[in-house]
């Protein structure tokens, strides 16, 4: 398994915090060097392990900093991509209820029930404006 494709737990906000180099630090403990970062405004060890050389931490961290820097990116690239899909979603709804608005052929009735069906969650008065009615009168027609 590649490593660098290794999804983390860590939150958006993680994330961006642990991909800034000032949030880490390498310091000697009598023993050996420890990692720690610095996320939520207070610094705790990000590794268990204990190391003589100060040189393998910092190439740890200029691995993980990297990763996660392409994980923050791939995760606002998804997020991106799902709302420009429900761009797209919107403006397709709102041409069918444009169509629908302008049918001669169907009924006040019918014509609510449809846009209802692409819209759910829109309030009677939404409805009402694409039908180019008043809300009293929709109110009365859909009894």
Known sequence: MDISKVKTSW???HLLQLT???????????VG????????????????FKYRS???????????VY???RELMDRRISLSNGIVEGF??????????KRISEDKSL??????????????????????DALNISLST???KIK
């Open 11 to 13: 939150s958006d906000d």
């Open 20 to 30: 800034d180099p000032s949030n880490h630090r390498i310091r000697y403990d009598r």
């Open 33 to 48: 060097y420890i990692w720690e970062h610095y996320l939520d405004g207070k610094w705790s060890l990000h590794s268990i």
């Open 54 to 64: 100060h040189a393998y931490y910092y190439h740890l961290i200029k691995f993980w």
């Open 67 to 69: 990763n996660w820097s």
């Open 88 to 97: 797209e979603s919107l403006y397709r709804d709102s041409k069918e209820i």
């Open 107 to 128: 009924s006040t009735r019918e014509k609510f029930s449809l846009i209802k069906e692409i819209a759910p969650k829109e309030p009677l008065s939404y409805i009402a």
């Open 138 to 140: 929709l109110k009365r």
